[in-house]
């Protein structure tokens, strides 16, 4: 069941989605050669309690930290470790939310360990920019058919892969709601669109194969063919009329 957000509802989602993006960017600040994914999630969880908020991937399905840190072919669910030590090269994507007054945020980027190829800075940008395209069909009346269609058109129209088996969601009370937000779809097909909706769109692209395993840790998704990936979410709010508004932004 898809809930819809009254303003004040909408005003409450903002406030979890700001204190999101700022412990992301707290998270990416962190990134550098010889840090392990330990301490970029202690950098975010500081952040999030700091501002009275609790780390809501903390213990959500039992999964162990404040936020999924995935490293080169890792897509997302990556488990924070202080025997991961990032190296210059590594790309690594965090994915990472905070509730606040009983609300929900959720938001991920992929950051560069000092210098990255060309061919990997290729990725995160064509990634980021996916999901500005998804975000440009995220407008009342239209279907969640609209936003998919567009991300996978833009990775796929580069060479890139669209992961198929992991998706975004609703977001509100509860960390994932409906509906679904597949990055792949039809235009015109899918749940429509309607103001007080709050979904999070999070393109996963892969340099390769859409194909995905799950590591025997029971959270890891790797790519199937060992070549890196990328992530980028926001959680935002479908409006009355035109744009979305991006609940996930640092002020
Ligand atoms: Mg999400």
């Not at 957000?5 to 990134?31: P, Q, Y």
């Not at 970029?40 to 609790?54: L, N, P, T, V, W």
Request: proline share 4%; charged share 25%; net charge neutral.
């Amino acid at each position: 069941m898809v809930v819809l957000k009254t303003r004040r509802e909408i005003e409450l989602m903002r406030e979890a989605g700001r204190i999101s993006a700022m412990a992301l960017k707290a998270a990416g600040e962190a990134v550098r050669p010889g840090v392990s994914t330990f301490e970029i999630d202690a950098a975010a969880r500081k952040y999030i309690k700091s501002q009275g908020a609790e780390p809501n991937f903390l213990g959500l399905y039992g999964f162990p930290a404040a936020a999924c840190i995935s490293v080169n072919n890792e897509v997302i669910h990556g488990i924070p470790s202080k025997k991961r030590i990032l190296k210059e090269g590594d790309i690594v994507s965090i994915d990472l939310g905070a509730r606040k007054n009983g609300y929900n945020g959720d938001n991920a980027a992929t950051f560069a360990v000092g210098k990255i190829s060309d061919e990997a800075q290729r990725l995160i940008d064509t990634t980021r920019e996916s999901l500005y395209e998804g975000l440009k069909q995220a407008v009342a009346g239209n279907r969640i058919g609209d936003i998919g269609h567009a991300v996978q058109a833009y990775c796929e129209e580069r060479g890139f892969g669209v992961v198929r088996e992991y998706v975004g969601h609703g977001v509100g009370k509860e960390l994932h709601e409906d509906p679904s937000v597949p990055n792949f779809g039809t235009p015109g097909r899918g749940v429509r669109l309607l103001p007080g909706m709050t979904i999070a769109v999070e393109p996963m692209i892969t340099q390769g194969t859409w194909a995905v395993n799950q590591l025997s840790d029971g959270w890891t998704v790797v790519t199937k063919d060992g070549k890196l990936a990328a992530h980028f979410e926001h959680t935002v709010a479908i409006t009355k009329d035109g744009e979305c508004m991006i609940l996930t932004l640092p002020e």
